[in-house]
């Protein structure tokens, strides 16, 4: 099992950006996926969480800006970014729990995708 991170770049402050998770391999189903950022010399940070039958969480700093979604066609999960900010600078990264098999899950990480917002 893969997940592929892509759709970072950089942007103007107050601009957008939609990044995907998608995953790959032998899945069975997915079950919550999560989007994390980890900006430089800080710890990575949680900023939101979807489970498998679409309830959403969000950071308190990005709730009412990014919106999280999903594709179960698929396997892939969005994070839309409006309204950005010089302080969403980050490396983000995407986290699912996969379940290969009726009786076997794990967890998976994407290799990170950079977002870089300009003031």
């Known amino acids: 099992v893969q997940l592929q991170a892509s759709g970072g770049g950089l942007v103007q402050a107050g601009g957008s950006l939609r990044l995907s998770c998608a995953a790959s391999?032998?899945?069975?189903?997915?079950?919550?996926v999560a989007w994390y950022r980890q900006a430089p010399g800080k710890q990575r940070e949680l900023v939101a969480t979807?489970?498998?039958?679409?309830?959403?969480n969000y950071a308190d700093s990005v709730k009412g800006r990014f919106t999280i979604s999903r594709d179960n066609a698929k396997n892939t999960v969005y994070l839309q970014m409006n309204s950005l900010k010089p302080e969403d600078t980050a490396v983000y990264y995407c986290?699912?729990?996969?379940?290969?098999?009726?009786?076997?899950?794990?967890?998976?990480w994407g290799q990170g995708t950079q977002v870089t917002v300009s003031s």
């Open positions: 986290n699912g729990n996969i379940r290969t098999s009726p009786l076997r899950s794990g967890d998976y």
């Open positions: 391999g032998s899945i069975f189903s997915i079950n919550a």
């Open positions: 979807i489970t498998s039958g679409g309830s959403t």
